[in-house]
Structure formats: C-alpha cells, structure tokens
C-alpha cells in the first residue's frame, strides 16, 4: 500500500518516476480502511529536497500512511519557498489537539549550537512534551535524537571534535527486537554529525535497548523498551549524492572537510558515489511503522486514552 500526499507537492512526481507508490487523496478516500496518521516535524533548510527522501521510505510498506508536514514556526526560510511552506505545512497550533499514529522529527544543521542557543528550543520542548500523550510512536533522526536524548534523558550536549561523516558498518545486537527483523548482522548506513553517542554511556545514563553500533560511528539505532521512542542517530534517507553535496558545500565554504569515509569509490570524489544503505534504511522504516505504530496504536485515534502511556511512567 502507498503513502497519501497531496497530488501537487513536488515529491510525487518524483517518487512516481522512481515506480514508488503513491496515492492520490481521492483513491485513497475510497478505500474502507483506516491508513496511519504520520506526522513529519521537518526541520531540515532544504525541506523540499528532505520531505521527499523521508517519503520514499515511508512508501515501501503494505500499511497506506497518511502524512502530514509540521513546520517548527513561521519564520521564512531562503531554501524554501515561502508559497511551499504555507500550502503544504502546518503549524503546531493546528494539529496540537489532534492525535497521530506516529511522529518523525528530522536533523537538523545545529551539531555545533547548544541546546539553550537554538531559536526553536522552546517550541521542540513542547511538541516532544506533547507527543507523550498524543502520539503512538516517536522516530528521532540525527540531530533529534541528540534533542531527544536531553528532553527524555536530561542527557548533557556531547561533541566531537571532528565531523563524522561517511557510510560505515554497523552491526546489530539484539536480532529478536522486531526494530531491526530482517536486518543483515552487518549492515551500512550514512552518518554526517557533530554529536557523540557512545554505547558505554548510552547504556550509563538510559534504559535504552541498544540496537545496532559501529565500532567508528557508535551507537546507530535505540529505542525505549515500549518502543514508543526510536532514535537513529544516522541518516538512513539519504540520497546517493546528499553526502557529496555537503562535502563540496563545506569544501566551497573554505572549511577543509575530511572525505567521506567509505562513500566514494576509490575514494576519488569525481566518482559517482552508490547509496549501499537504501535496502536497511527502507526495512527499518517499514519495522517502526509496523511494530512500533500500527502494532501498538488504538484504531479509532479519537479515543487514544492518555492512561495506556502514563500508568506506567
């Protein structure tokens, strides 16, 4: 089944030209079953180029997925256009009474900013805050589950001294959780952070199951016992040539950026790069929708009972 998205935002003839499966809103209209209310909190510049990527791998999936894009505020951005933003986006204030099967929060270009120095850091507290009692399943991405991880876990900002940028191995530790079913015992994945998640204090300061880590990139995928909180600290949606195109921004910008580690072949940039990851980063989103959202969410969303979600914190 597909994912349902308004005929005119411009990631549907893009994924129709990829043969993924979309639905327009009146087939899906027709169809006598309930789809999955997703919400995507993009907070990415490019939020064309990223709502598009986070699509595609909510489209491979038998559940249709109803989504719908929240912005963080009404400030303008130069790489959207604003006509973009006011059609397709909602604001917090128009979906807080409402309930969702799921939330996906993206990254966001703030590794080297402090959590109390980001313009939006109030806004973020209070849609986390939110979703505890209004939404099923919660996915962070890269600089979200860093967010996440001090909103939940009061966890301090933890910093590399160098970017870690690259596709690198990682290997699975717990093949049983339903998160990573399917997944090979060695697998790739795209990183491109500041932030530092180790597994020793991941599993110091959090109850935590770790899921899959790299040796080099540490901790790749966690989640909440519940499975009500999933946090990837890579970027499995990228495109083939996102990493390529921050290297040459970062590289045009004077700031000397290493290559990417095990992205080019030969390491030779004037190589097109291959996405080695786009089979993980498909399962994965397939299993969190599947046994953290449709497995574990009431069918008749009006009557999501708060208790089901606080009883036991």
Known sequence: MPIKIPDQLPATDILRGENIFVMSETRAASQEIRP????????????????????????????QV????????????????TEHLDTFYRQFEMVKNRNFDGLIVTGAPLGLVQF????????????MSWARTHVTSTLFVCWAAQAGLKLLYDLPKRTRKEKLSGVY?????????????????????????????????LENHTDLDILATSSQAGVYLAAT???????????????????HNEYTRD???????????NYYPDDNPELPPVASWRSHGHLLFSNWLNYCVYQQTPYDLEHFSEERFTKDE
Not at 251 to 261: C, I, S
């Open 36 to 63: 999955l209310k997703v919400l995507l909190l993009n907070l990415m510049p490019k939020k064309i180029e990223t709502e598009t990527q986070f699509l595609r791998l909510l489209s491979n999936t038998p559940l």
């Open 66 to 81: 109803d989504v719908e894009l929240l912005r963080i505020d009404n400030r303008p951005t130069k790489n959207t256009p």
């Open 116 to 127: 109390e120095d980001v313009l939006y850091w109030e806004e973020i507290q209070a849609i």
């Open 169 to 201: 191995w990682h290997q699975v530790h717990d093949c049983r959780n339903p998160i990573v079913r399917g997944f090979d015992d060695n697998f790739l994945a795209p990183h491109s952070r500041y932030a530092d998640f180790s597994p020793e204090y």
């Open 225 to 243: 016992k519940d499975k009500r909180n999933v946090f990837v600290t890579g970027h499995p949606e990228y495109d083939a040539l996102t990493l």
């Open 251 to 261: 590289a045009g910008e004077g700031m000397e950026p290493n290559l990417p580690l």
